[in-house]
């Protein structure tokens, strides 16, 4: 691993939300990404707290390598797709 920690994470999750060209990221191994680190890429690709943020959530990029899997999400190849899934879940 890089041996990445959460800060590191959030970081790295930050950047996802302007970046629609990165399609997979994979993060395991790298033990000290704890449940904040987890939590930032989650809402990177997939932000309830609200329609406009769900929205506004990267629909291109999967993250893989982290417990309790979230890279089912963004799984089909357009961003368009993946965009109206998760807002229809979030209705």
């Known amino acids: 691993g890089n041996e990445f920690n959460d800060a590191d994470a959030v ?4 950047a996802l939300t302007s970046n629609t060209h990165l399609w997979t990221i994979e993060v395991g191994r790298n033990s000290e990404i704890k449940e904040n680190g987890r939590l930032a890429f989650l809402r990177a690709v997939f932000d309830v707290t609200s329609l406009s943020s769900c929205a506004a959530s990267n629909h291109t990029c999967r993250v893989f390598g982290l417990e309790r899997y979230i890279s ?7 961003a368009s797709v993946n965009k109206w899934s998760k807002i229809f879940v979030t209705l």
Request: cysteine-free; hydrophobic content about 45%; proline content about 0%.
């Open 11 to 14: 970081l790295l999750a930050n």
């Open 72 to 78: 089912v999400l963004n799984k089909d190849e357009s």
